[in-house]
């Protein structure tokens, strides 16, 4: 900044950078470039992260320890100040990372200066992701481990429940609604620990990466991944600064984990048509239409279905914004992270809403067992009885699919066909027959691993509770 010429850099006072620019910054370009809005929620990380390095650095013998003191002291203040809103942020001073050091500078002098020594905001920036999106990953994964929790408890209220289970949204075979339930229960868990998995590779320190090709300085990375809990530093210094995969890592993980949420709240909004009515749904989670006075409709599944889409936008931007970039950081990195907040926040407020969801869903087993009256589920029940007296497969499903045809124009289902009417279809047919073609014989004989009987739904809950 030439002092003597009061236009040059006056629109940017306290920018670290204005030393060789000759003109003022365009308020237009300035809100433009700024990041200080969204990233100020860094802030808490970014101060953690400074803090290491530099303890790191007086440890190392570059920073005097009076300035260490200094500096401590003065972020312990720059923290109270934001924890108590008291902090003036300044869309001059462009983002977090400057806000705070230009705080800091103005509280302890000098050594506020000397905290950038054997930094860029490079490695800096990249640091404080990676320590908000590790914290972000163990509060959803706890936030998924209540939801996981609710359904292990409904399924094993309901491992006798019998509904219609369904390919193609046609009824196809009898399930145990227990059985559905922990198909989401198997879900939610590989969503925790795809989510757990990724946390590996966020759990990586980049500082020391400097700008791009490390420093000068007699640093010592490894004592300051220790200190902020990282499980190791990244290798190589242009990797650190500039790749966002691991953001990308758990955006896909975010992603998949909203499909499944996406296909849950299909699910509630279906069962709660009439139609259905498999379930009703608190009215707590529905709201009334401002025309139709006797709607009550399904908001809260139905926003959980339409959410999906903006994580999976979140998703694309990320790929899209590392796609091409010539190594090492580019400024285009500075939009990874409203699209990567916005997908922490909408998961974490899902997962919360879904856990108070599932405890006001009641579910009609009435409803369910009286679907099961029509679409001749256990119409494979029947083939596979046939199957066990000797008829080949291919014969039996040709069999039975007359059977079904003549008990459909007679408008009655399978089980209400008498025995001399089915022995028509094959002499094989004998009064042992109605065990398996009612819904209850037929789940009870699908009783293996991952089978839908009761016995066996009891088990998956079994092993599911041992591995929570
Ligand atoms: N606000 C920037 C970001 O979010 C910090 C890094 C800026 N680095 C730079 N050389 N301009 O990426």
Known sequence: MQPEDPKSGDSAPGKAWSGRFAEPFDELTQRYTASVSFDCRLAEFDIQGSLAHARMLQRCGILPAADLEAIERGLAQVATEIREGRFAWSIAREDVHLNIEHRLTELVGDAGKRLHTARSRNDQVATDIRLWLRAEIDHLVALIRRVRERLLDMAEKHADTVMPGFTHLQVA??????????????????????????????????????????????????????????????????????????????????????????????????????????????????????????????????????????VYGSLIALLTLVKAQPLAYNKDNQEDKEPLFDAADTLADTFTILAELLGGVTPRPDRMRAALAEGFATATDLADYLVRKGVPFRDAHEIVARAVKEAEIAGVDLAALSVAQLKAFSPLVEPDVFEVLTPEGSVASRRHVGGTAPEAVRAAICRARARL
């Not at 995969?245 to 998949?256: G, K, N, P, R, V």
């Not at 009515?277 to 709201?287: E, H, P, Q």
């Open 173 to 310: 075979q009898p399930v145990t609604f227990g059985h559905h339930l922990m198909a989401y229960f198997e879900m939610f868990t590989r969503d925790a620990e795809r989510l757990a998995d990724c946390r590996k590779r966020v759990n990586r320190l980049p500082l020391g990466a400097a700008a791009l090709a490390g420093t000068g300085f007699p640093i010592d990375r490894v004592s300051v991944a220790r200190e902020l809990g990282f499980d190791g530093v990244i290798e190589n210094s242009l990797d650190a600064v500039s790749d966002r995969d691991f953001a990308i890592e758990f955006l896909a993980a975010a992603a998949i984990a909203m499909a499944h949420v996406s296909r849950m709240s299909e699910e509630l909004v279906l069962w709660m048509n009439p139609r259905f009515g498999f379930v009703d749904i608190a009215d707590r989670f529905c709201t009334g239409s401002s025309i139709m006075p006797q709607k009550k409709n399904p908001d809260v599944p139905e926003l959980m279905r339409g959410k999906t889409g903006r």
